[in-house]
Nanobody, 126 residues
Framework: QVQLAESGGGLVQAGGSVRLSCAAS????????MGWFRQAPGKEREFVAA????????NYADSVKGRFTISRNNAKNTVSLQMNSLKPEDTAVYYC???????????????????WGQGTQVTVSS
């Protein structure tokens, strides 16, 4: 069993930056694809970014391409999401997730992910 814990959320002004981190415990996630999803108020949860076990393959939602960067540190069992040029529409609860599949393509649908964190709130003010 894998437990995921997100951190780093908060309130930021539009145009600013936030770095989210996700720490995994229970077992190593080095063979798993890891992803970030988000859910805005009144909306369904949506894919944000995902990364392969080696970190060599990444996948991003069109809405965040060029602004967000996903990375991982397998030695520390962590995955991060650097978010730059934030917009009010990025306001959401951000969730870290782990996909035991670990292969390619790096998947973007939430039902394929096996483990989830509790989420961290990011609020972008205009």
């Amino acid at each position: 069993q894998v437990q995921l814990a997100e951190s780093g959320g908060g309130l930021v002004q539009a145009g600013g930056s936030v770095r989210l981190s996700c720490a995994a415990s229970g077992r190593t996630t080095s063979s798993y694809n890891m992803g970030w999803f988000r859910q805005a108020p009144g909306k369904e949860r949506e894919f944000v970014a995902a990364i392969s076990p080696s970190g060599g393959i990444t996948n991003y939602a069109d809405s965040v391409k060029g602004r967000f960067t996903i990375s991982r540190n397998n030695a520390k069992n962590t995955v991060s999401l650097q978010m730059n040029s934030l917009k009010p529409e990025d306001t959401a609860v951000y969730y870290c997730a782990a996909d035991r599949f670990g292969g390619v393509p790096v998947r973007t649908t939430e039902w394929t992910y096996d483990y989830w964190g509790q989420g961290t709130q990011v609020t972008v003010s205009s």
